[in-house]
């Protein structure tokens, strides 16, 4: 991809998108973090400490190349994002929790994505350049393009709410918008490689999403987690910040190969998430116990 595009044009287009997330955040958004102790609790074990392991376990049996592997770590150690906010939305879902949840693990995934990244590049890419890795420069970068735009955000909202009331869908929209311009810039940089890539990881990002909404959906649902809740959290944890992932691997890593698997996962995480919420929605309506959930 263009250098200016990956160095400018990225990280600006992904500060549009998490100060938009910001316009629709509030303090209170953290708060009722501790009063939804279960439902977070789980999302949040869920997103940080499975989905990375579950992850793992697929480059092993599925074997890709090295970087790659990277990029799928990279991938799952990002947030969900706007997009699962919306798709909750769609299909009725909690978004409160979603706003939460997306607002404290972008916080979170501030330390633990580099985490994430430098462990995988030291397992899959022992012999690559020491530079690969997210040294305490480029985590500054992560934290800058993540964090400054939502609490910018923030503080608008708490200026004018009339003004991030206005905002919001304009902004969701243009965050839509520059989900796929990002993963079409992706795909196009790497145009000479796409056939070999999605053989090398169409599969995986593929069971990795079905995987991760399953997740989910079910490992709340085992804890007594209400229907719309588990809904809720099936979209935060099957639906990555594809933006943040691909900008951290052109702009921040300087790797067209690692923002190869967020750009394919972008394109397949819309249709299974579709199909997930259409599934769980009819479960529900069919059900005389998700009836009364949807009801109250």
């Known amino acids: 991809m263009d250098s200016a595009l990956s160095s400018i044009g990225l990280p600006v287009a992904l500060a549009i998108v998490m100060f938009g997330l910001g316009l629709a955040l509030t303090v209170e958004d953290f708060r009722r973090t501790a009063r ?33 592997a990277v990029g799928m770590m990279l991938l799952a150690a ?24 997306t607002a404290v693990n972008s916080v979170i995934a501030v330390i633990t994505l580099p985490i994430v990244v430098n462990l995988s590049t030291d397992y899959f890419r022992p012999d690559a350049d020491g530079d690969v890795g997210l040294q305490f420069a480029k985590m500054v970068q992560v934290f800058a393009i ?61 069971v990795f999403c079905a995987l991760s909404l399953t997740v989910g959906y079910l490992l709340p649902r085992a804890a007594g987690v209400s229907e719309r809740q588990s809904l809720s959290t099936a979209f935060e944890v099957g639906i990555h910040n594809g933006t943040l992932a691909i900008t951290v691997a052109l702009s921040v890593l300087d790797e067209k190969q690692l923002a190869v698997p967020a750009a394919v996962y972008s394109l397949v995480m ?27």
């Open 36 to 68: 939804e102790p279960k439902a977070v609790a789980l999302a949040l074990g869920t997103q940080l400490l499975i989905l990375p392991l579950m992850c793992f376990g697929l480059i092993i049996l599925l074997d890709p190349p090295p970087a790659l």
């Open 78 to 101: 990002s947030p969900g994002g706007t997009t699962a906010n919306l798709f909750s939305h769609l299909f009725h879902g909690d978004v409160a929790l979603n706003i939460s949840l």
């Open 146 to 206: 993540v964090l400054i735009p939502v609490v910018l955000g923030m503080i608008v909202r708490s200026r004018s709410s009339a003004f991030a009331a206005r905002a919001d869908r304009p902004v969701r929209i243009l965050s839509i918008v520059i989900l796929v311009a990002v993963v079409v810039g992706a795909i196009v940089a790497e145009r000479a490689n796409v056939a070999d890539y999605l053989t090398d990881i169409g599969i995986l990002t593929s």
């Open 270 to 296: 819309v249709p299974l998430a579709t199909v997930a919420g259409l599934l769980i929605t009819r479960k529900t309506r069919l059900s005389p116990q998700g009836e009364r959930t949807q009801r109250s």
